[in-house]
């Protein structure tokens, strides 16, 4: 046993930066796997979020910004950018205990809002995996109409 240790010291001490970067990663995946385990909100795929609106009165968020909402979003979608989320969340308050879906363009900015809605009470926050870009992977279908306020 003390053999082992001692060569695993030596591997340590002579690989210093590939051992670091594996300290990192792993300590980087605990921190995923602790935050996962106590969100508040769920994450959905694409075809997921399309069952959920397609069996509740789901409330669909777009946080995207003016520019990118224009270029195409899921039919029906709400358009609150992501840093007027909170100034406009009175907007929501009537679907507190509704299925809400919030997505962006890649996933990037979705889980942030989730949090916020959390955080503000909403009891059914579901984060759109992959956001736009894995909705139209799928070739869902994609509205160029004006923004829903």
Not at 26 to 33: C, E, G, P, S, T
Not at 44 to 65: F, G, Q
Not at 78 to 106: D, F, M, W
């Amino acid at each position: 046993m003390n053999v082992t240790l001692d060569r695993l010291l030596e591997f340590i001490s002579n690989h210093w930066i590939m051992s670091s970067g594996l300290f990192i990663v792993a300590i980087l995946l605990i921190q995923d796997f602790i935050e996962s385990a106590f969100r508040k909100h769920k994450t959905v795929s694409p075809l997921e979020a399309v069952m959920l609106m397609n069996n509740d009165d789901t409330v669909v968020i777009d946080v995207r910004e003016p520019s990118e909402y224009a270029e195409g979003h899921i039919e029906g979608a709400r358009h609150i950018p992501l840093g007027k989320l909170e100034e406009r969340a009175y907007e929501l308050e009537a679907n507190k205990n509704r299925p809400v879906i919030v997505t962006c363009q890649s996933g990037t900015r979705a889980p942030s809002a989730s949090k916020k809605l959390s955080s503000l009470g909403f009891t059914q926050v579901f984060e759109m995996k992959g956001g736009l870009a894995a909705w139209q992977e799928q070739n869902l279908p994609v509205s160029k109409s004006r923004s829903k306020k």
